[in-house]
């Protein structure tokens, strides 16, 4: 028991000494706050100003009122009416003389075969008794100016009908089957026409 007592003791006495110990330790101070206090916000609340407009742009009643309609209608009449157009030929037709161009017109008539050797000789046909007539208006005009206007035909027709058959050694005998009563007759109009004639228009197709 009194060794029981001796060791409460020295367990008490060890207590007693560790808390003196630790209060005799000299307290820390406290550190200083270095960061700047924070500053509240003193900015307040604005309340909405933004309040709604009511609308002003009010309908406007109209005032295009439709107009009554002005187009009477007009009763059909049987009355035909005048053409408006008052332009007026100023042209007057002339029978004047056209002086020939160099390149003839379509409407001018081409020769339709040779005239080699017979230049001078288009009054054979186509004077006033001639097979084929100049115009009325030709009279007085000589050969050589046949072709300032009519252009020999290249294209190979031919308005007269060409000789079906040879004529060598029978050049001369055109009337022996053209003549009158012959087999084919010449026209009426070729009557009186010598036979050294007939190649002129009439060519060999053989």
């Known amino acids: 028991m009194h060794k029981r007592l001796v060791v409460l003791m020295v367990i008490l006495a060890l207590l007693v000494a560790g808390c003196g110990g630790t209060s005799a330790q000299p307290t820390a101070a406290p550190a200083q706050a270095t ?3 924070v500053v509240e916000p003193t900015a307040t609340a604005v309340p909405a100003t933004n309040t709604p407009v009511p609308p002003t742009n009010t309908p406007v009643p109209a005032t295009d009122t439709p107009a009554s309609p002005t187009d009477t209608p007009v009763p059909p009449t049987d009355t035909p009416v005048p053409p408006t157009a008052t332009v007026a030929a100023t042209e007057a037709p002339t029978e ?5 161009t160099e390149e ?11 005239v080699v050797g017979i230049e001078d000789q ?9 097979v084929k007539p ?3 208006d030709h009279e007085g005009r000589t050969v050589d100016t046949c072709l300032t206007c009519h252009q020999l035909d290249d294209s190979g027709g031919s308005a007269a009908p060409g000789i079906p058959h040879s004529i060598v050694g029978m050049e ?18 070729h009557t009186d026409r010598p036979v050294d004639t007939c190649t002129t228009c009439h060519t060999p197709q053989s």
Do not use: N, W, Y
């Open 35 to 37: 960061q700047a206090p």
């Open 96 to 100: 004047e003389a056209v002086e020939p």
């Open 104 to 114: 003839a017109s379509s409407g001018i008539p081409m020769v339709p075969h040779s």
């Open 122 to 130: 288009c009054l054979t046909c186509h004077g006033p008794a001639g």
């Open 134 to 136: 100049v115009p009325a």
């Open 172 to 189: 001369t005998q055109c009337l022996t089957c053209h003549g009158e009563g012959g087999v084919k007759p010449f026209p009426a109009d």
